[in-house]
């Protein structure tokens, strides 16, 4: 899985459940490149903080 891969499946991960298998190429990239896992940390960040702000309106 390549990078470009990676942050699509992290992307598509928080509109609808990936399967087994990209759930697991996804968590073997994320422990091997540093660029992915803080994208994701900020993916993470900006989706709470959606919800934060839906929840209060």
Do not use: P
């Not at 509109?15 to 087994?20: C, F, G, K």
């Not at 697991?24 to 900006?46: E, P, Q, T």
Request: with cysteine; charged share 25%.
């Amino acid at each position: 899985m390549n990078c470009k891969q990676a942050t699509q499946l992290m992307s598509e991960s928080h509109d609808h459940q990936l399967t087994r298998w990209q759930r697991f190429s996804l968590r073997v990239h994320l422990l091997i490149c540093n660029g992915c896992r803080a994208y994701n940390k900020h993916l993470d960040f900006i989706s709470k903080a959606m919800q934060q702000m839906r929840d209060r309106f």
